[in-house]
């Protein structure tokens, strides 16, 4: 009997995008954030930033599915499918929108660092909110991304996360 000697191939997986910043500010893992929802990666897995500003710009290019009627929340849809929920300060939801100024309706098209909208971070933080700017990917399996944490970020300019399809 004879045996090919065949070279395994190693099977490496094609970087489909990246995910940019979408604040200005410290990047922390998704698992460090004070809700249990976000930090047991219940909604995806992801990364937050301890904002500097209050100016929010849509960290991928693609089509804006949803704006939550309080503002603190938008879902994009990128062109391979990538489902990114950008959810602003934790239990904001309670602020019914106060605070929170949307740049963007459902159908807009947006280019990573296009405005997205604008936070008033003193209001949050003098009604006691935590101010994180949370970036979750929501339609990927586990280990088809790679998070870069531990950094400051430049808002639509630094990469943050790296995908895989």
Do not use: W
Request: with cysteine; aromatic share 6%.
């Amino acid at each position: 009997m004879f045996f090919k000697n065949k070279k395994k191939e190693k099977t490496k997986k094609k970087t489909a995008g990246i995910i940019f910043a979408a604040q200005s500010g410290k990047v922390i893992p998704v698992t460090q954030v004070n809700d249990k929802v976000f930090s047991q990666k219940v909604l995806g897995d992801g990364v937050a930033i301890k904002p500097e500003s209050g100016a929010v710009v849509s960290p991928v290019g693609g089509e804006v599915v949803t704006v939550a009627d309080t503002l603190h929340a938008y879902g994009i849809k990128t062109d391979d499918g990538l489902e990114v929920l950008i959810h602003i300060g934790v239990n904001t939801v309670d602020l019914n929108g106060e605070g929170f100024c949307s740049r963007v309706s459902e159908g807009n098209r947006l280019s990573a660092g296009d405005p997205l909208c604008y936070v008033d971070l003193g209001l949050l933080k003098s009604r006691g909110y935590d101010t994180d700017i949370i970036i979750l990917v929501t339609n990927l399996e586990p280990g088809a991304m790679t998070a870069h944490c531990g950094i400051n970020a430049t808002a639509g300019r630094t990469c943050v996360i790296e995908y895989h399809m």
